[in-house]
């Protein structure tokens, strides 16, 4: 009874809710895991760019951070369940990430920009699953996060250029 509580009326396909609802839970696993290593390099990083690099990290992983209601939210809105615990973002991340002591700033910003870009392979394909399963809203909120992910890969791939 208590799961049934939960359920929101939606007039999508429930294999398909629950499909899009998994790509979504795997999204904000992802979103929590960048957001908390894009924060600790924040903390992190040094170097003669330290005022660059901590300012724009700062304000990238506060978009990150931003968008994670959202995705718990399109989660809920289709009469699904989301991720509720460390754990449960653990279980579901692909973003892996950095224990090290020390990363150098180059290399911060390089991951960063790798796991961008990974974040933007997989919102394309949660679109898909989406658009498959005719969810209008979620498709068109994946493009803003999808736009949100390239620029940041691409900020860092500038900031990280040579000469």
């Given at each position: ?11 999508l396909?429930?294999?398909?809710v629950k499909?899009?609802?998994q790509?979504?839970n795997g ?11 894009t924060?600790n ?5 040094s170097?003669?760019?330290f ?6 990290l700062d ?8 968008a ?11 009469g ?28 911060m ?7 961008n870009?990974?974040?933007?392979e ?7 699953l989406a658009d498959a399963?005719?969810d209008?809203?979620t ?5 803003d996060?999808t736009?949100q ?14 000469g």
């Amino acid at each position: 009874m208590a799961a049934d509580a939960l359920k929101t009326p939606t007039d999508l396909k429930t294999n398909a809710v629950k499909t899009v609802a998994q790509a979504l839970n795997g999204l904000l696993a992802d979103s929590f895991a960048l957001y908390l290593k894009t924060k600790n390099f924040h903390w992190h990083v040094s170097g003669p760019h330290f005022r660059d690099y901590h300012l724009m990290l700062d304000e990238q992983a506060a978009e990150i951070f931003a968008a994670t209601d959202d995705i718990a939210e399109r989660v809920r809105k289709i009469g699904q369940t989301t991720l509720r615990s460390i754990g449960d973002i653990a279980r579901h991340q692909t973003i892996t990430d950095n224990d090290a002591d020390f990363v150098a700033p180059e290399a911060m910003l390089s991951e960063l920009r790798d796991d961008n870009l990974k974040m933007v392979e997989a919102l394309r394909e949660a679109k898909d699953l989406a658009d498959a399963a005719k969810d209008n809203a979620t498709s068109a909120v994946i493009d803003d996060w999808t736009d949100q992910a390239e620029r940041r890969a691409w900020f860092l791939f500038e900031a990280s250029r040579k000469g």
